[in-house]
């Protein structure tokens, strides 16, 4: 089975991010991740008001891509 590697991010109008943070095979880093949403190179697996909200998102999607 494979899972998601994802990082939730805070970006610059106070809403976090969450997006994958290995894609085919390459893990980044956050700057990288921040500039690939800011490049339009990356699009977010979800977008939050609040870091509760974007890590319970985070859980779910992982454990939704487990089974």
Partial sequence: MSH??????K???GLWVN????IKGK???EK???NKLINNTLKATS???SL?????????R??????
């Fill in 27 to 29: 893990r980044y880093t």
């Fill in 4 to 9: 998601e590697v994802s990082i939730t991010i």
């Fill in 52 to 60: 509760t909200a974007a890590l319970k998102a985070a859980k779910k």
């Fill in 19 to 22: 997006a994958p943070s290995k």
């Fill in 32 to 34: 990288q991740i921040r």
């Fill in 62 to 67: 992982s454990n939704a891509s487990t089974k």
């Fill in 11 to 13: 970006i610059d109008d």
């Fill in 47 to 49: 977008v939050h008001k």
